[in-house]
């Protein structure tokens, strides 16, 4: 295929939904690890069209819901500060801490600015060299790199006015995470796409094989998700486990060799909290010590904060996959994402925004 619209080419997906429905003989809990799959799924109905048969749980990956509640007071917290610019992508500043968000902090007068590269970040501290410029460093693996080149860039050009909060984790830890609940009944895994494109595949086999699951490899387009969603099937179906790839236009199994070479030269791994999740064990990024300087944590005496989130919001249960969103009391009434409670209904990727968007039907009766 060569073009966007072939992967949603209705005659092909109509074939495809038919294979699904003709393979299926059981019931089935898979696991969609992105934010993104979920909004896809939902949008296109396939969360519907193979019920009972398919359930689909909603995975973990959405980098703007997991950061945690104390890392945003941080940045409030620096936000405060005199002659300091706060750098960010859009989604992050609406985004509640203890009390407030970046947003409500911008309308008081903050200097927060919203970037869409961490090279611009980069870009305003040179511009602005008697001021500091922080810049909230958000992602998983497919922003990462990018995020240590600009670190790696301000370091050669000796710019001393620019740091970041680093929120940076990494998937295959949260997935291990889920999996090894003793409440999760997952099945099956449809893998990230976008983030085995830079790690490859390696970290998917093994979890295939220490939890005996079908992992496929998995894009956005209705044509790869349905594509995921069969060849897992297949897998469950025979009672087999592996990893497929299905995503070979952009991933390969060793991933992008540069993009690693960068990340491992800047960033160690370390544990991190995430939001409404709690401390997951070797699924952060940090920078390491050659690059201390452009830690803002280091850099700026910041309080230590509370870690107190959103009371009732069961977002973690759902990022989990242990909860859907129409299964929260607030959804859809008081928690809107125009009133949004919890990240899962900030972000563009969040769970209950995918919910909120597309599923007119569960906001009417709820
Ligand atoms: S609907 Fe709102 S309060 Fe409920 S889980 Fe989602 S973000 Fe939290």
């Not at 993104?36 to 019920?51: A, M, P, R, V, W």
């Not at 405060?80 to 947003?103: A, C, E, H, W, Y």
């Not at 910041?302 to 009732?312: D, L, N, Q």
Request: net charge neutral; proline share 5%.
């Amino acid at each position: 295929m060569k073009y966007l619209s072939e992967y949603r080419e209705p005659k092909i997906i109509k074939s495809l939904i038919s294979e699904i429905k003709n393979t299926l003989t059981k019931e089935w809990n898979i696991m969609e690890v992105c934010g993104g799959q979920t909004h896809s799924l939902l949008k296109y109905g396939f969360d519907e069209i193979f019920q009972p048969k398919i359930n689909y749980v909603h995975g973990p990956g959405c980098p703007v819901c997991v950061t945690s509640v104390e890392l945003i007071d941080k940045v409030i917290y620096l936000s405060q500060k005199q002659n300091t610019i706060i750098t960010s992508f859009g989604d992050m500043l609406r985004v509640p801490g203890s009390d407030s968000d970046l947003l409500h902090q911008k309308s008081i007068g903050a200097d927060i600015r919203v970037v869409y590269s961490p090279m611009n970040a980069l870009e305003i501290a040179e511009n602005n060299i008697n001021k500091e410029v922080v810049f909230f460093a958000v992602g998983f693996e497919t922003t990462a790199p990018l995020i240590a080149s600009t670190v790696d860039l301000a370091y050669n050009k000796n710019i001393k006015n620019f740091s970041i909060i680093c929120a940076n984790v990494i998937v295959p830890p949260a997935v291990e995470f889920v999996l090894s609940d003793k409440e999760s009944k997952i099945d099956g895994l449809l893998a990230p796409g976008h983030v085995c494109t830079i790690t490859g595949l390696k970290d998917y086999v093994n979890i295939s094989d220490e939890y005996k699951i079908p992992v496929v490899i998995t894009g956005f387009e209705p044509y790869d998700l349905l594509q995921g969603t069969l060849n897992c099937i297949k897998l469950l179906e025979k009672k087999k486990f592996a990893v497929v790839n299905k995503y070979t236009r952009s991933v390969t199994q060793n991933g992008n060799k540069k993009a690693i070479e960068i990340m491992n030269s800047v960033f160690k791994i370390v544990d991190r909290n995430w939001r409404g999740i709690g401390i997951i064990p070797n699924s952060g990024l940090e920078l390491k010590e050659n690059y201390t300087s452009f830690n803002a944590e280091n850099k700026f005496k910041i309080p230590e904060f509370s870690k107190s989130e959103e009371k009732e919001c069961i977002s973690g249960l759902i990022l989990r996959g242990l909860k859907k969103p129409y299964e929260c009391k607030y959804f859809g009434k008081e928690c809107t994402p125009e009133n949004p409670f919890g990240a899962t209904m900030v972000s563009s990727e969040g769970a209950c925004a995918a919910y909120f968007k597309h599923k007119v039907n569960y906001n009417n009766q709820n």
